[in-house]
């Protein structure tokens, strides 16, 4: 396998405003894997937030960021020395359906810097304008949906979940429309990388070989290196996509997060959560709730999101197919292989998670239907998901401390049944109850982007201008794991008449 040499190949320094060194290694692969252009100018761009905690994991300087200068970057009214903008090309299945070219519609990747612990990050702009690949789009944000990711990406962040991350947002002073006319905004996002699997089938639907392994071969040496030993390192590099990936969609179930539209272009190869369009936390318990305004049918519902990713890996499975081996026969017989141990792999991640959060730290083959069952008691009781965890942490505390969780329950006979045999277990485990409780403790959050609160926090934005719910909630969800007093009231679900049924996607 032939290395890549956009790694060894010596970069262009920037002038370094703000710290911003780049060191751009996808704008050296061919041409046609993206769109060279300028994020197109706005009127009159305003800064919302600049994320001073991951400006400096960057390098970068906050307060240069925040000046005239910066805001007229963070707005693509100025591009600075070294970026070389680019728009990438992509393809993707939309829930269900193959679409031979998508892109970054809306949004320039700015360039590539490396931070401080040496990691190379991208620097992208979301809501830059129009690009080659935007269609009928006009390539803008609204601001509810800058908001919405920001929040939303900043909080997984906090959770120790893998996601892009929001540097800094901007206001444009111009209107973008959609329904209605409603305020334009720019997000700065940070990630690992954008090559999604869609990235992989816009070449492979091209039959573009080459393409497709020029693809392959810089994802490995971007991502996962470690492959480069194996006997085969593409049969390696699915296998590493396909644990990343069980990691990072096991991680979501835990904390209750439903992505909303995980179509192939919102599969990021890195393993991170990517694109927070029509997203959302569970409050009550139930495996078929949706939110996202254009999920008609469930596809992408909390209980099917492991499923829908073992589907997502097949088709990036197929457009790896020429590399694995010469023979098709052969290589389909290894993605078939492969995909079918996604089950197996997927449902050890998640049940590792969902013992540590009842508490358990060794095995028993009992465990899974003890967790099922406190599963289901917590929908037949529509008991909200996030308190129900957090307050079990009570109860591995002190044998008495259940009040709590028994609050959140319609009626308590069937929970004391379930707790009694969930002691009976946790006796046979090593740790003292307060171990137990604070093991507990850091993996039940205690604060989730509750979706009324940061509703809250948009509608204030949108149509007051008004940033300050905004910026209580991220304080308050960058703590996720500890208890905070001054801000009991974010632990609690929404009243009935705050209830978020539906949630929209950005475009």
């Known amino acids: ?259 909303g539209v995980m179509n192939t272009d919102n599969m990021a190869i890195s393993g991170e959560t990517i694109d927070y369009g029509p997203c959302a936390f569970l409050d009550t318990y139930d495996p078929a709730t949706v939110f996202s305004s254009i999920d008609y049918y469930g596809r992408y519902a909390y209980g099917n999101q492991g499923p829908i990713a073992q589907w997502n890996l097949i088709r990036f499975g197929v457009t790896l197919l020429p590399l694995l081996d010469a023979d098709r026969e052969t290589a389909i017989a290894m993605v078939q292989a492969m995909v079918e141990s996604f089950s197996a792999v997927f449902n050890r991640a998640w049940l590792s998670g969902m013992r540590r959060k009842i508490g358990l730290l060794t095995d028993n083959d009992a465990d899974l239907t003890l967790i099922q069952d406190f599963l289901g008691l917590l929908q037949k009781q529509t008991a909200d998901y996030t308190l129900t965890f957090r307050y079990l942490c009570d109860a591995a505390d002190d044998d008495t401390d259940d009040r709590r969780l028994r609050e959140v329950f319609a009626t308590c006979q069937e929970i004391e049944a379930w707790l009694a045999r969930w002691r009976t277990r946790i006796s046979q485990e090593k740790e003292t109850p307060a171990q137990r409780a604070v093991a507990m403790r850091q993996v039940n959050p205690a604060f989730i982007p509750r979706n009324h609160r940061v509703e809250q926090a948009i509608e204030a934005a949108v149509a007051a201008c008004d940033f300050t719910k905004m910026d209580t909630l991220i304080t308050v969800l960058s703590r996720p794991y500890d208890d905070q007093p001054a801000f009991q009231d974010y632990m609690n679900p929404p009243k009935p008449e705050e209830r978020v049924y539906q949630t929209f996607c950005g475009t």
């Open 1 to 259: 396998m032939q290395v890549n040499q956009q790694f060894s190949m010596k970069e262009k320094q920037a002038d370094a405003f703000a710290g911003l060194r780049f060191a751009n290694s996808y704008a050296r692969l061919p041409e046609r894997f993206y769109a060279r252009l300028d994020p197109i100018p706005v009127r009159n761009p305003t800064l919302i937030r600049i994320n001073h905690l991951l400006a400096d994991e960057l390098g970068l300087n906050a307060e240069e960021l925040s000046s005239d200068q910066g805001v007229a970057m963070l707005s693509g009214n100025e591009v600075p020395g070294g970026a070389e903008p680019v728009a990438t090309a992509y393809a993707g299945h939309q829930f269900g359906n193959f679409v031979p070219q998508l892109g970054d519609g809306r949004a320039i990747l700015l360039g590539e810097i490396i931070d401080r612990h040496g990691k190379r990050r991208d620097i992208q702009f979301k809501g830059s304008g129009r690009t080659p690949f935007s269609r009928q789009g006009d390539g803008r944000a609204a601001l509810g949906p800058v908001i919405r990711e920001y929040i939303v990406s900043e909080a997984m962040h906090a959770l120790g979940i893998p996601t892009t991350r929001s540097l800094a947002a901007v206001t444009t002073g111009e209107p973008v429309f959609r329904e209605t006319a409603l305020p334009g905004a720019i997000l700065t996002r940070v990630a690992a990388s954008h090559v999604r699997v869609g990235t992989f089938e816009y070449f492979a639907a091209r039959k573009d070989n080459e393409a497709v392994k020029h693809l392959a071969d810089y994802v490995i040496d971007r991502h996962y290196p470690h492959v480069k030993e194996a006997q085969n390192p593409y049969c390696a590099l699915f296998e590493a996509v396909r644990d990343a990936q069980v990691s990072l969609v096991a991680s979501w179930l835990h904390v209750g997060f439903i992505h």
